[in-house]
C-alpha cells in the first residue's frame, strides 16, 4: 500500500495522553495528528497497512486538503464501520464487562455511537462507567454497580501496566452524548 489517501482510510484510535511528549523532535509535516477530547482521553488516526499501522502525519492532511474535525469525524465512521463487519464480543467479569473486539481498536470503540447505543446498552441500563486501560482493553459497568467501579480500577491496573491510554474511569453523560471523568 502506499501513503495515497491515508487520511481516507484511516481508523480513530486512542493513544496515551502523553503520547506526543514521547516522540522525538519532528518537523511539522512529520508530526502525527492527535486530537485531544478534553476529557483526558486523546485519538491519533491510523491506516492499517497490513504488517504495521501508519499515523495520519499533518503533512498528509495538508496534502489531502483535509482538516483535523474531518479527519476526527471520518476515523471514527471508520471505526463504525470496522465494528459492523466483525463484531465485538461482551465477556462478564464479576460485575463488569469486558469489550473484545480485533486487538487493535478495543479501546478506541468507545469512541463508537453504535456500540453503546446498540451492542452495550442493555448491558448498563443506569449509565456506563467505563475503563480504557490500554489500547486492547474496554471494561464498562452499570452505573450503580457497588463494585463496579473499583473492578474497573482493578482492570486498570491489570491491563493498563506501565503504559495505560488511561487510569481514570469514564462516565458516559447521557444528555451531551459525551465521556467525562467519573469520580467515585
Given at each position: 500500500?502506499?501513503?495515497?489517501?491515508?487520511?481516507?482510510?484511516?481508523?480513530?484510535?486512542?493513544?496515551r495522553p502523553d503520547s506526543d511528549e514521547r516522540l522525538p523532535t519532528l518537523?511539522?509535516?512529520?508530526?502525527?495528528?492527535?486530537?485531544?477530547?478534553?476529557?483526558?482521553?486523546?485519538?491519533?488516526?491510523?491506516?492499517?497497512?497490513?504488517?504495521?499501522?501508519?499515523?495520519?502525519?499533518?503533512?498528509?492532511?495538508?496534502?489531502?486538503?483535509?482538516?483535523?474535525?474531518?479527519?476526527?469525524?471520518?476515523?471514527?465512521?471508520?471505526?463504525?464501520?470496522?465494528?459492523?463487519?466483525?463484531?465485538?464480543?461482551?465477556?462478564?467479569?464479576?460485575?463488569?464487562?469486558?469489550?473484545?473486539?480485533?486487538?487493535?481498536?478495543?479501546?478506541?470503540?468507545?469512541?463508537?455511537?453504535?456500540?453503546?447505543?446498540?451492542?452495550?446498552?442493555?448491558?448498563?441500563?443506569?449509565?456506563?462507567?467505563?475503563?480504557?486501560?490500554?489500547?486492547?482493553?474496554?471494561?464498562?459497568?452499570?452505573?450503580?454497580?457497588?463494585?463496579?467501579?473499583?473492578?474497573?480500577?482493578?482492570?486498570?491496573?491489570?491491563?493498563?501496566?506501565?503504559?495505560?491510554?488511561?487510569?481514570?474511569?469514564?462516565?458516559?453523560?447521557?444528555?451531551?452524548?459525551?465521556?467525562?471523568?467519573?469520580?467515585?
Amino acid at each position: 500500500m502506499d501513503d495515497q489517501d491515508l487520511c481516507g482510510r484511516a481508523a480513530a484510535c486512542l493513544v496515551r495522553p502523553d503520547s506526543d511528549e514521547r516522540l522525538p523532535t519532528l518537523s511539522a509535516s512529520d508530526e502525527p495528528v492527535l486530537t485531544d477530547l478534553g476529557n483526558g482521553l486523546r485519538v491519533g488516526y491510523v491506516v492499517d497497512l497490513g504488517t504495521r499501522f501508519q499515523y495520519v502525519q499533518r503533512g498528509h492532511l495538508w496534502a489531502e486538503g483535509v482538516t483535523q474535525q474531518e479527519l476526527h469525524r471520518n476515523s471514527v465512521a471508520r471505526l463504525s464501520t470496522m465494528l459492523n463487519d466483525r463484531s465485538a464480543v461482551i465477556c462478564p467479569c464479576a460485575d463488569c464487562f469486558l469489550v473484545v473486539f480485533d486487538g487493535h481498536f478495543d479501546a478506541s470503540l468507545i469512541l463508537v455511537d453504535a456500540l453503546r447505543d446498540e451492542m452495550i446498552d442493555d448491558f448498563a441500563p443506569n449509565g456506563f462507567v467505563a475503563a480504557v486501560p490500554s489500547k486492547n482493553g474496554l471494561a464498562f459497568c452499570d452505573s450503580k454497580t457497588p463494585d463496579g467501579p473499583l473492578q474497573l480500577g482493578r482492570i486498570i491496573t491489570h491491563l493498563g501496566g506501565d503504559h495505560p491510554v488511561s487510569t481514570k474511569l469514564y462516565y458516559r453523560d447521557p444528555t451531551l452524548r459525551e465521556w467525562r471523568p467519573y469520580s467515585v
